[in-house]
């Protein structure tokens, strides 16, 4: 946290120790880790983010069953899926999430509806289509990662939205109870792919 006349701030641990393959050539092709920066919401948002999903289910009787709570995110920006984890991606996103300066702030998610996708669309709950906190504190990291090599992963179309659960057939746009919750950290996730286990490599406070 930063305080007037003293600027500091809750960084995260060093990155962990993690394997590399020693053999040139005989790596795994197939990826097994995500790597991604997200916000969660806390524990009063998780629950009212659920009864939205619940609420969508049984009103257009969808088959299938929302995403569990502990994984419910805002992603922020999409590091890749990587064959391991790659200790140089990680190092620099975690050089990168420690340089962002943004105080703690407010977001509201009101609206629900569907991207396109393959079979299985994700159904997701909308976030603010203006300018916003959100977005700016999106634009804020992208600029680091740029600066500190990691340029090719930015992506400056951010659009906010928590994925409630995957459907086949689209849903229609409509608005929802709000949802609001005060982002007071952010994350770099590994996700293990297929094993729907999300692993905090870092932890990064809001000023505020």
Known sequence: MATQGSRTRRRSAAPPRLEQFALHGFEPKTATHSLFLAMFPDADARKNIAAVAREIGTRHALSGK?????????????????????????????????????????????????????????????????????????????????????????????TPHVTLRYVRTPLPAEGVAPVRWSVREFVLVDSLIGQTEYRILGRWSLRG
């Open 66 to 158: 929302p995403l569990p709570t502990h994984r419910l995110h805002i992603t922020l920006l999409h590091l890749g899926d990587h064959a391991g984890v790659p200790p140089a991606i990680v190092d620099a996103a975690m050089r990168a999430a420690a340089l962002v300066d943004f105080a703690v702030f407010d977001v509201v998610f009101g609206r629900v509806g569907c991207f396109a996708g393959g079979e299985k669309k994700p159904c997701v709950l909308l976030g603010p289509d203006r300018d916003s906190p959100l977005q700016g504190f999106q634009r804020a990291l992208c600029v680091h990662l740029a600066a500190c090599g990691l340029g090719a992963y930015v992506k400056r179309d951010f």
